[in-house]
């Protein structure tokens, strides 16, 4: 039997593993910490709010750093990669670094979370820099209650306007992604499973996690996946679609109607054991967990002229010492470790 961890021989070649035999196949990188919103579960105001430090300009990770990471890690296995934030669209240019990202890596599957605020303005270019997919994020389809969770007084118009420009610019289907949130948004789950059913868009309900360390999580706000299910069951049939592919988060369904919804439940029914992603912080820190309190600094040496192959190492290290099962764990006894925020490495 193989040692746990390490590269293995295959028929592709070598397979970096973690602990848990886990390939790295899915990197998330954060372009910044800023955002346009303040979604209580995410960015709360009373916690983002006037006073709060973000990152200055000089600790981002430049466009060629980025880059070159990507090469890096493209080079050990990586298959997908998704620009997150924040709000990624707050960053400068992105069509430009998707551009440079398809030439350094173009075997890479490329795609993009929004919050949809900007990219009626950007989709197009996006597309034609070299841009797959994109997934955008919305919780209701009525103004009071998208409003009250985004805390940002921006109307589900702007962001349909967006996951409708993203479709006319050649993104289809676009992954709406929706967090339900126990007395806040449940009424909400049939309205967008019937708004954007059909080949153009893929809805996606998420169960409320407790990400971070501000957003004032608890058990009893969740909405288990068993019960979004059931809901929709109630409006038509749905039929188990099999996963596209190791470590797919979501369980796929196919509607009445012929669209497809996925429910992703990573605190009632956790995925640790497939989980195949990696984070890449605005600063340049690698984390192996969404739930990770410590990242891998690769700014540090990216900056000090580690070589390419050093690079390399320090994420093969990382990753080969890496056992997270955080979602597994989340009821168990004992104290809980302080979590990176989402907002710095994405969802």
Avoid at 239 to 249: A, D, K, M, T
Avoid at 255 to 281: D, H, M, W
Avoid at 284 to 301: A, K, N, Q, V, W
Wanted: proline share 6%; charged share 25%.
């Amino acid at each position: 039997m193989p040692p746990p961890g390490g590269a293995v021989a295959s028929a592709a070649g070598s397979v970096l593993l973690d602990r848990l035999r886990r390939p790295l196949r899915d990197l998330r990188i954060s372009l910044t910490d800023r955002c346009n919103f303040r979604c209580t579960y995410c960015m709360p105001r009373e916690v983002f709010g006037p006073g709060y430090e973000y990152l200055h300009r000089r600790d981002l990770l430049d466009f060629e750093e980025i880059t070159r990471l990507v090469g890096i890690f493209s080079a050990l296995g990586t298959r997908k990669i998704r620009l997150t934030g924040g709000e990624p669209l707050m960053r400068r240019n992105v069509p430009e670094l998707v551009s440079q990202l398809r030439r350094r890596a173009p075997e890479v599957e490329l795609a993009l979370t929004t919050n949809g605020s900007l990219l009626a303005r950007f989709a197009g270019d996006l597309h034609a820099a070299g841009l797959h997919r994109v997934s955008v994020s919305l919780d209701a389809l009525d103004d009071a209650t998208f409003m009250k969770m985004n805390d940002a007084d921006v109307p589900v118009s702007r962001v349909v306007e967006g996951i409708d420009a993203a479709v006319a610019a050649g993104f289809s289907p676009v992954k709406i992604n929706s967090v339900i949130r126990r007395g806040v948004n449940e009424h909400a789950i049939e309205q967008l499973a019937d708004r954007f059913s059909g080949p153009d868009h893929i809805v996606r309900f998420i169960e409320y996690m407790d990400v971070g360390n501000s957003n004032g999580w608890r058990m009893q706000d969740v909405v288990p996946a068993s019960e979004i299910a059931a809901r929709l069951e109630m409006d038509g049939s749905l039929s188990p679609l099999p996963p596209r592919e190791i470590g797919e988060v979501a369980r796929r369904f196919r509607t009445a109607r012929g669209g497809e919804i996925g429910i992703i439940a990573s605190v009632t029914q956790p995925f640790c054991k497939n989980c195949n992603r990696a984070r890449l912080s605005s600063d340049g820190r690698l984390y192996t967990c969404l739930f990770g309190s410590h990242g891998t600094d690769l700014r540090g040496p990216l900056r000090a002229g580690a070589s390419d192959h050093e690079i390399a190492e320090i994420i093969r290290a990382t990753w080969e010492l890496r056992g997270d099962r955080y979602s597994e764990l989340r009821t168990a006894a004992g104290p809980k470790p302080r979590k990176i925020e989402m907002s710095a490495i994405g969802g």
